[in-house]
């Protein structure tokens, strides 16, 4: 999706177009046929079948006016959503992109707190968070002070961070069975 344009993939096109052919069928009359009555020969029936072809032109253009400006109406109210849209998502790519500055820097600071404590300090702690962060952290510090953090921590809890620690760094982990 091109970011002058969310209209720009054919789905949202089509939804674009079918919006708009609702629109064209919901107004009354924009699909009624023009049909010219029998004429009689009676003086009262011709006067109005008389009247009703003169204003027959003027009715469909008046119709057609209508529907140009239902459909036009229609475009500014894409427009306006569009532009929220487009504003919202600014909105959130800001958001995200400060989120994960934050994130980034927690993430150094969190490492160098572990990075600066003792081995059997370190491997307590981590034993109390979840395995998972406790793996992350442990990829993050240098491999002499990771495997003294092990080496401290009980066997069970060591081997547990061991295998995600390698299932992490397994190219096949993220890929589909076959």
Known sequence: MSASN???????????????????????????EDVAAPVTGEGDGSEVQQ?????????????????KKQLEDLQASVDQRIALLEKRR??????LKRR???????????VGIYK???????AEKLTLVRPEIAA???MKL??????????EMPGEKAAVLT???????????SKEPT
């Open 136 to 138: 992350a952290i442990i």
């Open 100 to 110: 994960d500055d934050f994130l980034k820097q927690a993430e150094l600071n969190l």
């Open 6 to 32: 969310p209209f720009a993939t054919p789905r949202n096109r089509r939804l674009l177009l079918t919006l708009a052919a609702a629109a064209l069928l919901s107004i009354p009359g924009a699909y009624a």
């Open 51 to 67: 009247f009703c072809t003169n204003i027959a032109d003027a009715a469909r253009d008046q119709r057609y006016l209508l529907q």
């Open 116 to 122: 600066t404590m003792k081995p059997d300090a370190a």
């Open 90 to 95: 600014d909105e959130y790519q800001d958001w």
């Open 142 to 151: 240098p491999p002499r002070q990771s495997s003294l953090i092990l080496s």
């Open 163 to 173: 295998n995600i620690i390698s299932s992490a760094t397994d190219p096949n982990t």
